[in-house]
């Protein structure tokens, strides 16, 4: 099925409106999707920044456990270790497409796990911290969003 645009304009030659089509080929039933090199950049460029942080997370364990645990988080020399390795399996899961529904949850469960209580703006009362917990609480709820379309995406597959 074709998605046809008319454009009028008028030729050198003559006054008279000259009709063009442009066509754009919309996927069949055999093309997915999934095998674009849009969605192949996407998918590396999300996955491969999730991955990125946690590599960075690990790197810097004793400081992210510090953080948290002046958050308040339960157990951090525990939870943020196996966090950052669920966030790093995610990532590179995302990135090969190697169990991707399973992978984009395993993110959005992260996310969803730590944005509220580790971007708490609302508890903030310095206004710099406050705006910079807003964004950072922002940016992990739309990841959360593109995670869950990524394994609505990746479980359409099966």
């Known amino acids: 099925m074709t998605v046809a645009s008319r454009l009028m304009s ?3 030659s003559d006054d008279e409106p000259v009709e063009r089509t442009e066509t754009v080929s919309e996927p069949t039933a055999d093309d997915s999707v999934t095998d674009t090199a849009l969605f192949r950049l996407g998918r590396v460029l ?3 920044v999730l991955a990125f942080n946690a590599i ?4 810097n364990l004793e400081e992210r456990i510090g953080y948290a645990e002046f958050k308040g988080v339960p157990e951090p ?4 270790p196996a966090a950052s390795v669920g966030l790093l399996l995610g990532g590179l899961g995302v990135v ?16 969803a796990g730590t944005t509220p209580v580790m971007h708490d703006y609302w508890n903030q009362d310095d206004e710099e ?3 910079q917990e807003r964004i950072q609480f922002l940016k992990n709820t739309a990841l959360f ?3 869950l379309a990524l ?3 990746a479980r359409g597959l099966k």
Not at 96 to 111: Q, S, V
């Open 10 to 12: 008028h030729s050198d």
């Open 56 to 59: 960075d997370n690990l790197r």
């Open 96 to 111: 090969l497409w190697k169990l991707p529904a399973a992978a984009a949850l395993g993110i959005a469960g992260f996310l």
């Open 129 to 131: 911290s406050k705006q």
């Open 77 to 80: 020399d525990r939870t943020v």
């Open 46 to 48: 999300f996955g491969g």
């Open 145 to 147: 969003g593109a995670a």
């Open 151 to 153: 394994a609505r995406v």
